[in-house]
């Protein structure tokens, strides 16, 4: 008996894509509370030191494709990061470095945190952006904005001073993360392989890496 099969209708819509970016940078700088912000809408009510990494994700629309912004916010504690750097870094599409403008030493270890990206061979095709974080507290700023403009210039990264806490900052903290989906989406065009049943469509193992921690929010 000869059995046939019709195929009808088209194909399933691509599933969304993932962009993992990092966000790194000292203890205290506010790297929870900005990914917070970013996915929350809100600044949280009590942060502690972050642990290994804590996953938060949004899902975006730019230019009609569902894409999803996956935050991973980082350790700033030494002690609490050192056995998850490898992770960190692996099939990383974007780096936000964050300082508190308030804390100089978290501005003078901003080459320590370039070189480790160093050491862990990413290209320079890997945006980068740098961000001065608790704009709020102005009046006890200690990283002057032209000072952190030139480190800035000298690494080709953009700079946004913002304040994850302040309610008027929202759309600053919203801008900051989206013009890194922008740019990436404009680097990284939807090639045909990226469409279910494709080749080489996970840029993040997810079961690997995202089953291995918990998600933040
Ligand atoms: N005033 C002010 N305080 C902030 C801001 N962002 C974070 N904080 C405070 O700074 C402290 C540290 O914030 P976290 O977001 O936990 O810092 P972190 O960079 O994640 O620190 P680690 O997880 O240890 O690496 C907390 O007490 C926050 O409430 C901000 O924009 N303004
Ligand atoms: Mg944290």
């Excluded at 890194?180 to 989406?185: D, N, Q, R, S, Y």
């Amino acid at each position: 008996m000869e059995t046939s099969v019709e195929l009808t209708g088209s194909l399933p819509p691509p599933r969304s894509r993932i962009f993992k970016i990092i966000v790194i940078g000292d203890s205290g700088v506010g790297k929870t509370c900005l990914t917070y912000r970013f996915c929350a809408g809100k600044f949280p009510d009590k942060t502690e030191a972050t642990i290994g990494v804590d996953f938060r994700e949004k899902a975006i629309e730019i230019d009609g494709e569902k894409i999803k912004v996956q935050l991973w916010d980082t350790a700033g504690q030494e002690r609490f990061r050192k056995s998850m750097v490898q992770h960190y870094y692996r099939n990383v599409h974007a780096i936000v470095f964050v300082y508190d403008i308030t804390n100089a030493a978290s501005f003078q270890s901003l080459p320590a945190w370039i070189e480790e990206c160093r050491q862990h061979s990413l290209g320079q095709d890997v945006p980068r952006i740098l961000v001065g974080n608790k704009c709020d507290l102005r009046g006890a700023a200690k990283v002057p904005t032209d000072v952190a403009q030139k480190f800035a210039d000298s690494h080709s990264m953009p700079l946004f001073e913002t304040s994850a806490k302040s309610p008027g900052d929202n759309d600053h903290v919203e801008a900051i993360f989206m013009t890194v989906a922008h740019k990436l989406k404009s680097q990284k065009p939807l090639v045909l392989s990226q469409i279910p049943g494709g080749r080489d469509v996970a840029p993040l193992k997810q079961t690997e890496e995202r089953g291995a921690f918990t998600c933040a929010c």
